[in-house]
């Protein structure tokens, strides 16, 4: 198994993590998207879309972090302790994987993006997305409970958590949010919980 990816992305960590919380063995490849690696012609032939991460298992190559984490818990979270198998909790779960490839992408990860990468965007209309997900839906949602779905954490948190903790390196405060920083510290006290690097290590690693 080969993990395509770079340290200070929460795409790849969404992959890192979980990998680490199923003990599976994996080979690490660090893609530098500084120097533009993840636009070389071997790269592309593994994503055409130019984006880490990517996991290849033998013959298959996944280039989504929701497809690879669900992979991951259905070859290897036999219990279903992270994709529950009861419909109703693993319909939950996908609702919050979802939300982490769409209003958590395109709020947070933007917001962050632009300040650290200079990616071209709007940065008060990625902040407005941000702050629209948190009060509208995660800080309520946290208000009366530990996790996500059900009573202990899956897939949902680690799949949300990555760009909510790091969204105060785009400078988006998370002072508002009491139940949404609780719950970052009880995902990071996860038995395994693998953290993600923060940008001011990065740098002097
Ligand atoms: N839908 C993809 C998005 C992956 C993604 O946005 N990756 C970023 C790094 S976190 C990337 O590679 N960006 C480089 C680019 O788009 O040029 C996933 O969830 O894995």
Redesign the pocket.
């Known amino acids: 198994m080969k993990l395509y990816g770079?340290p200070i992305?929460?795409?790849?960590h969404?992959a890192v993590v979980l990998l680490n919380l199923l003990g599976v063995s994996f080979d690490y490849h660090t893609v530098n998207?500084k120097e533009g690696a993840?636009?070389s012609p071997e790269f592309l032939a593994l994503n055409p879309?130019?984006?880490?991460?990517v996991l290849v298992d033998g013959d298959l190559v996944l280039?989504?972090?929701?497809a690879?984490m669900t992979y991951l818990a259905e070859k290897y979270d036999t219990a279903g302790k992270w994709l529950p198998r009861d419909p109703k909790r693993r319909a939950q779960v996908q609702e919050w994987l979802s939300t982490?490839?769409n209003e958590i992408?395109n709020g947070p990860?933007v917001v962050r993006a632009i300040k650290l990468f200079g990616v071209p965007a709007d940065p008060v209309g990625a902040a407005n997305k941000a702050a629209a997900l948190y009060d509208a839906l995660l800080e309520p949602h946290l208000t009366d409970r530990d996790w996500l779905v059900g009573d202990t954490p899956t897939l949902a948190d680690l799949a949300c958590y990555s760009y909510t903790a790091r969204v105060t390196e785009g400078d988006f405060s998370l002072e508002p949010y009491p139940a949404i920083r609780a719950w970052l510290e009880r995902c990071e006290a996860i038995d395994g919980f693998t953290p993600m690097m923060k940008v001011e290590d990065m740098a002097t690693a």
């Open positions: 770079h992305s929460g795409n790849t969404r998207l993840h636009k879309l130019g984006q880490v991460p280039r989504d972090s929701s690879i982490a490839v992408q990860f």
